[in-house]
T-cell receptor, first 111, second 113 residues
Framework: QKEVEQNSGPLSVPEGAIASLNCTYS??????FFWYRQYSGKSPELIMS????GDKEDGRFTAQLNKASQYVSLLIRDSQPSDSATYLC???????????FGQGTRLTINP | KAGVTQTPRYLIKTRGQQVTLSCSPI?????VSWYQQTPGQGLQFLFE???????NKGNFPGRFSGRQFSNSRSEMNVSTLELGDSALYLC????????????FGPGTRLTVL
């Protein structure tokens, strides 16, 4: 079992709709969770961090964390073509000074 | 505040050579992590340094090494390059003693011929 798993996609969503990205992790003791966006040919950019169960909203982005079920999700409301990118889920494993990344989900927003 | 910088941005080497990549973290950040990104393996953790000490190391052969200087700048070295070392090498910096939010540099694209 991989430490962090994401559907690789591609996920195709019409413009203006809600894009939903999911991530599961195996280490039950994980405390910190992050979403990064990576455009083709660019480096990852941090867009959300979440540490507590529940929802965290930032503009059009909402991160959701459920530690009991060991999943974290990212919702993008009012999706725009500029949201088309690969989204990487990252988890800090308990006791480790490193982040473990999922393989990423490729998202395409169709005008 | 200036972001993470990496040099060089692009590098072409041949098998058997060695290479050194450099990373300057965000001012005030003391933790620097290095990752290798390839289409097949995704983002793979290489190592992390904090205050000149390596705190964590990924599952890479000993040909991959790194160090951190007193000004928090970091270098990574790959010796005896192999074709499979072709990748985007990313450096990320973090502010605290505990790794949380990491901010990535633009990366160094290494091609091994």
């Amino acid at each position: 079992q991989k430490e962090v798993e994401q559907n690789s996609g591609p996920l195709s969503v019409p413009e203006g709709a809600i894009a939903s990205l999911n991530c599961t992790y195996s280490d039950r003791g994980s405390q910190s969770f992050f979403w990064y966006r990576q455009y083709s040919g660019k480096s990852p950019e941090l867009i959300m961090s979440i540490y507590s169960n529940g929802d965290k909203e930032d503009g059009r982005f909402t991160a959701q964390l459920n530690k009991a079920s060991q999943y974290v999700s990212l919702l993008i409301r009012d999706s725009q073509p500029s949201d088309s990118a690969t989204y990487l889920c990252a988890v800090r494993i308990q006791g480790a000074q490193k982040l473990v990344f999922g393989q990423g989900t490729r998202l395409t927003i169709n005008p | 505040k200036a972001g993470v910088t990496q040099t060089p941005r692009y590098l072409i080497k041949t098998r058997g050579q060695q290479v050194t990549l450099s990373c300057s973290p965000i001012s005030g950040h003391r933790s620097v992590s290095w990752y290798q990104q390839t289409p097949g393996q995704g983002l793979q953790f290489l190592f992390e340094y904090f205050s000149e000490t390596q705190r964590n190391k990924g599952n890479f052969p000993g040909r991959f090494s790194g160090r951190q200087f007193s000004n928090s700048r970091s270098e990574m070295n790959v010796s005896t390059l192999e074709l499979g070392d072709s990748a985007l090498y990313l450096c990320a910096s973090s502010s605290g003693t505990v790794i949380n939010e990491q901010f990535f540099g633009p990366g160094t694209r290494l091609t091994v011929l």
